[in-house]
């Protein structure tokens, strides 16, 4: 049987990217780092676990906030280098408060806008 771990392609630090997408509206919510623990932790629970690198420790979406993330799917790309995560959101993804991460559009010119 091949597992996940047998595919995922983690980088020097033992980390993979990984995307969440909300369920019900596919819209993209963040990008977040995991690692064999994160992974491991999100399969077991249904709640959505991350690898924090600024505290360099296992970070559960919404521990503090209460903004949770739980696990609907988890797929790998083709080539084993990212995770997606489709999840059910509770509350704004971003830390900021937004809705997602994805708040701010780059013109053609390269200024930054906050939509």
């Not at 990212?82 to 509770?90: C, E, K, S």
């Not at 971003?94 to 809705?99: E, R, V």
Request: hydrophobic letters at 40%; charged letters at 20%; one cysteine or more.
């Amino acid at each position: 049987m091949t597992t996940l771990l047998d595919i995922v392609k983690f980088n020097a630090a033992g980390l993979v990217p990984a995307i969440a997408q909300q369920h019900d509206t596919g819209e993209v919510l963040m990008l977040a780092w995991m690692n064999a623990e994160s992974i491991a932790e999100t399969l077991r629970s249904g709640r959505v676990c991350y690898f924090s690198r600024s505290r360099n420790a296992l970070w559960c979406k919404g521990e503090t906030s209460g903004h949770t993330q739980r696990l609907i799917e988890m797929r790998v790309d083709c080539d084993g280098d990212t995770l997606l995560l489709i999840v059910d959101q509770t509350g704004p993804a971003c830390h900021t408060g937004a809705h997602n991460c994805f708040f701010r559009s780059v013109g053609k010119d390269g200024s930054v806008d906050q939509t």
